[in-house]
């Protein structure tokens, strides 16, 4: 069994898609081990993404997540880290396949409704930025 960090960014929360995106995780046998709805401040955004921070679309990107309510989600299955990025899919949702939420719901690059950790070393960074162990079950 393994973990990942999931968010569903606010994007995807004002599409009204939490259910449909909860719903593809649950059918792909991930099981929801914590989950709760945040408004990022511009500081949790920096804070989270900081591995990118010298990047160019760093400003736009916090900006963009601190936008809206956000749903943040710890899932759980054998394999989680790759099975939620596959699902997801590629960044930019015109290089995503077909049947991935990206491809299906994403407008473009930043605004990508998903976010799935990419690594075990950052998921354990990314779940304990959000959650403490008592709320993940
Ligand atoms: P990932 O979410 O697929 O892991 P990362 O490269 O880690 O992609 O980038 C983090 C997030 O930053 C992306 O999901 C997207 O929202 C945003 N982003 C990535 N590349 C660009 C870009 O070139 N322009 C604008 N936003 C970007
Ligand atoms: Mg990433």
Redesign the pocket.
Known sequence: MERTLSIIKPDGVKKNLIGAVVKRFQDEGFKIAAMRMIHMSTREAEGF?YV?KERP?FG??TD?MTSGPSVVMVLERENAIAKNREIMGA?NPADAAEGTLRKQYADN??N?IV?GS?APETAAFEIGYFFKGLEIF
């Open positions: 993404y990118h679309f736009s990107l963009f960044t690059i930043e990508n976010h990419d």
